[in-house]
């Protein structure tokens, strides 16, 4: 079976850092672009970065650019997000995907071509 599993969320304050992982089981990650996407209450699920599968290549929203960093384990077959300076509105349910082509060099265009495996999400809650 082929899936994705966040983890890592939680509660955090104002100004704090989670770091969440995403594992992949039933593939490999190596030739596959990441994205990571979060879905706040009420609102579009947006895309938030992407890591690409052949050299790295990252690309952020304006959002979070500078305060969140994706990175990749292929020996590991797993991709994370840190996030640092967290804000309240980044509260939001974070979800992580395989693009069906590379990292595009706009987060708004990440499924474009579409996304082969979604996981099930992560609750981050950022509240004093």
């Known amino acids: 079976q082929l899936q994705l599993v966040e983890s890592g969320g939680g509660l955090v304050q104002p100004g704090g850092s989670l770091r969440l992982s995403c594992a992949a089981s039933g593939f490999t990650l190596d030739y596959s672009a990441i994205g990571w996407f979060r879905q706040a209450p009420g609102k579009e699920r947006q895309g938030v970065s992407c890591?690409?599968?052949?050299?790295?290549?990252?690309v952020y929203s304006n959002s979070v650019k500078g305060r969140f960093t994706t990175s990749r384990d292929n020996a590991k077959n797993m991709v994370y997000l840190q996030m640092n300076s967290l804000e309240p509105e980044d509260t939001a349910v974070y979800y992580c995907a395989t693009l069906r082509g590379d990292c595009p060099y706009r987060t708004s265009l990440m499924t474009y071509f579409g996304i082969t495996t979604w996981g099930k999400g992560t609750l981050v809650t950022v509240s004093s």
């Open positions: 890591i690409s599968h052949s050299n790295n290549k990252t």
